[in-house]
């Protein structure tokens, strides 16, 4: 198979048909909601907090919250519902996770959204945590991954995920393609064309993208919504505090698989770096609707859609 990544594909304009790319329609049905755009925040702690959270579901868009305070997220659930917005949350596959999926119906909180967020996706363990959800809350999107093959996502979605995240390896905090020698790190957009093969479900194409342009061609070979962690870093609502470097302001991003994350130097996969400042979250959402809109417009159509079937090269195969 002839491998290939965002920076080696162009995509081939089409006659345009709108007057302005205004009229360019993002937004994106994901499970029972419509978003304003197919772009969430990684669900990773220096990425999404609370606060975040809850403008970005006021706002339109979509979001997942990152599972690494475990006690704050049945109240942040009930939170949410008070407010009138949707939850949504990560959990893992531990047995305690269990437990925690019971806390939630015992509380009459089913969450609109869950994400079974590990690393290696395709497992039996995952497949066994989509059954327990699903059968506690059988109305609760489900989303399950990650995962890197076509087999990898008939299986899940067999299993009754809702969704599937595709991306292993390719984050801009990553290491597992130097710890372990696997992934689709430097080949993520082929993956997610591979993929699409067997999706009958819509895929979050998760990692990798560097650039606006890089969210048209996740949806030109199969993905429904892209994940974005350091591009929707490093701003003004982003959890920490600004960090001062020879004059020059950043934000902490650190892997949720990295020693920081995890407290420990076992199993690492992800590393710490500082990210360059970038002020307000909303302002980076708008350019992102902008450009998307423009991609519209020369795919030749008014909506995500048209986006799917354009031609393309691929310049270094
Ligand atoms: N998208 C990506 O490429 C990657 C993302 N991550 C992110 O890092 C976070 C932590 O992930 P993860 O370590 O899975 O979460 P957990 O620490 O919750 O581990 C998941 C469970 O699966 C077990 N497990 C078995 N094999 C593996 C394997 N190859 N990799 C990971 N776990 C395995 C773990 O046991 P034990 O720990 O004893 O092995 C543990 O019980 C998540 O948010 C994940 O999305 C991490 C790496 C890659
Ligand atoms: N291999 C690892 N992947 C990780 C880790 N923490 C997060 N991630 C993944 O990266 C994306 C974000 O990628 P980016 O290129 O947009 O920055 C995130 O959504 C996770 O899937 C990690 O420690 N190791």
Redesign the pocket.
């Known amino acids: 198979m002839k491998a290939f990544d965002y920076d080696d594909v162009q995509l081939i304009p089409n006659e345009c048909i709108i007057k302005s790319r205004k009229d360019a329609d993002t937004t994106v049905k994901f499970g029972p909601h419509t978003f304003k755009l197919p772009v969430v925040p990684s ?2 702690q220096t990425v999404i907090n609370r606060p975040l959270a809850i403008w970005l579901a006021q706002n339109g868009y979509f979001y997942i919250m ?3 305070q475990p006690e704050k997220r049945l109240d942040f659930v009930k939170m949410m519902h008070q407010k009138h917005l949707f939850a949504s949350i ?1 959990v ?3 047995d305690s996770e269990y437990d925690f999926i019971d806390k939630l119906k015992k509380a009459n909180e089913q969450p609109e959204y869950i994400t079974i ?4 996706g395709h ?1 039996i ?1 995952v497949i066994k945590m989509i059954h327990y959800i699903k059968k506690v809350f059988p109305d609760t999107f489900l989303i399950a ?2 995962l890197g093959t076509p087999d990898a996502v008939r299986e899940i979605e067999n299993a009754g995920a809702d969704a599937t ?1 595709i ?5 801009k905090a ?1 290491i ?1 393609k130097l710890k ?1 020698g696997f ?3 430097g080949w993520q957009l082929s993956a997610i064309k591979w993929c699409s093969k067997t999706a009958r479900k819509p895929m979050i194409a ?2 990798g993208l560097r650039t606006n342009g890089d969210i048209a061609k996740s949806i030109r070979f199969g993905a429904t919504m892209v994940m974005i962690g350091s591009m929707l870093a490093g701003h003004e609502e982003s959890p920490g505090e600004v960090v001062k470097k020879d004059g020059k302001k950043y934000k902490h991003y650190w ?3 990295s020693a920081k ?2 407290g420990t130097k ?2 690492v ?2 590393r710490q770096m500082l990210i360059p400042y970038r002020g307000k979250i909303a302002d980076t959402l708008n350019s992102m609707k902008e450009d998307l809109q423009s991609s519209i417009s020369y795919a030749g159509g008014k909506d995500l859609q048209s986006i799917r079937t354009v031609n393309y090269v691929v310049l270094h195969s």
Request: aromatic share 4%.
């Open positions: 669900n990773m990152h599972r690494f990560s893992g596959i531990k967020d590990v690393a290696h497992s363990y991954g990650n995240k991306g292993i390896g390719p984050g990553c597992t372990t992934g689709t790190g998760d990692g892997g949720s698989a994350q995890k076992h199993n996969e992800g």
